[in-house]
């Protein structure tokens, strides 16, 4: 039983309507992409929940580090100029 | 700044209302309830495809077979999602399975039970499903990501489960005699056993105090059994049946109703293995897991071998 494996294990990425973007849903286990689409469409996709799956070996998914998070997001936090409410507007101005 | 890898500033985040994910730090005892209760729940959804597969073929129409093989894929596929979550701890698909096969892991004792009619299925989906129901919506709120993420999937898919359960009495009750009889049977037979499916009262519930700390488990055993109890006893009655409980009555002043004790020493048999199915139904796991191993290995070499072709051609 030594070879017995589970197969490899894919995320598996669904867009519920064109032009949304796709999202994260779960993974499944598979030993090749049309067996990772068949088995996505299987178990995600059951009630019409998706018109588009992307699946792809979970292997090649690069996460950042939580401990990073400082590091990361933190410095976004004092750009409030990127926010367009950061800008006075003259009274009156108007579609802007 | 508190160090992030502490189990102080874990249970802040806790405490916060923050959702953890597997990359994140989090107590060893953290890891290991879940993975306990994680794996426990997805052997549940597995196991629980048993007593139902047994009356696909002896459906009473198209519409109740159709139905039935819908509830049944739900099942499996919630016992993926469950898997696939569990497995972010760490722990590999094959040690789960292993771990389920040897009896080292639990699944619900429910499924230990036999389906001997049709109307057990009716009872299956009101009362046990009813029951699995109003722990899982609780469970959507779990402090694990993961978790939390599959049970907000599984409660969407859950509801018809129930309501074709409770459909199926409904139509019985209202039938000849012997059909009343037989929905009644299943009645008596499944209650006490649904409102085991909670576990032990907190006063005697081994896991639970941590649990609830930590935000795995955002409601006790006692609370989760007592809200099936009050949502389902007005159900039984509007259709016709009785509860099996002759003590039973509603607490004007609290508005709960109070029942009779629960048969513990039933509950602890059929979960050490001596309920009437808990032999068949991991012999059969086992048996169909072993006969489809070389399923899996032609699905390897069919891999393997496409792989050789694509290096053959770079």
Not at chain 2, 82 to 87: F, G, K, N, V
């Amino acid at each position: 039983m030594a070879t017995d494996t589970q197969l490899d294990l894919w995320e598996v990425f669904i867009q519920s309507k064109a032009g949304l973007p796709y999202m994260h849903a779960g993974s499944v286990h598979a030993s090749d992409e049309k067996m990772a689409l068949q088995n996505a469409r299987d178990i995600y996709t059951r009630r019409g929940e998706g018109t588009s799956i992307w699946v792809m070996p979970s292997k090649y998914i690069v996460a950042s580090n939580p401990d990073d998070n400082d590091m990361l997001f933190d410095p976004s936090n004092d750009k409030i100029y990127r926010h367009p409410t950061f800008y006075v507007m003259p009274e009156g101005a108007k579609n802007i | 700044m508190h160090n992030e890898h502490s189990d102080a500033h874990f249970q802040l985040r806790i405490d916060n209302g923050e959702h953890i994910e597997a990359k994140d730090y989090m107590p060893d005892a953290y890891r290991k309830h879940l993975i306990r209760q994680m794996s426990q729940h997805a052997h549940s959804e597995v196991i629980g495809m048993q007593p139902e597969g047994n009356w696909i073929t002896r459906a009473p129409s198209l519409r109740a077979k159709q139905i039935l093989l819908a509830k049944i894929q739900d099942e499996g596929g919630h016992g993926l999602y469950l898997y696939s979550a569990a497995e972010t701890l760490g722990v590999s698909r094959v040690e789960f399975i292993e771990q389920l096969q040897s009896g080292k892991a639990k699944y619900s004792s429910i499924f230990n039970y036999p389906s001997l009619n049709w109307a057990d299925i009716g009872a299956i989906g009101w009362l046990v499903d009813g029951a699995a129901i109003v722990n899982q919506v609780s469970l959507q709120r779990t402090s694990y990501g993961p978790y939390s993420r599959a049970m907000v999937r599984i409660c969407k898919e859950e509801s018809f489960h129930q309501r074709q359960g409770y459909e199926i009495m409904a139509k019985m009750m209202k039938g000849t005699k012997d059909q009343q009889a037989m929905a009644q049977d299943a009645m008596n037979r499944w209650w006490w056993p649904s409102l085991m499916m909670f576990g032990p009262h907190d006063t005697d519930s081994p896991n639970s105090s941590n649990a609830v700390k930590w935000k795995i488990k955002r409601e006790t055993n006692d609370e989760l059994r007592q809200k099936f109890i009050d949502k389902t006893i007005p159900q039984a009655e509007l259709i016709g049946l009785t509860v099996p409980d002759k003590n039973f009555k509603l607490d004007e002043k609290t508005g709960h109703y109070k029942i009779s004790e629960i048969n513990w020493d039933e509950f602890h048999r059929v979960i050490e293995g001596h309920g009437p199915c808990n032999k068949q139904r991991l012999d059969h796991h086992i048996k169909y897991h072993q006969e489809g191993e070389w399923v899996r290995e032609a699905a390897l070499a069919y891999k393997q071998k496409h792989l050789k072709k694509e290096l053959q051609t770079v």
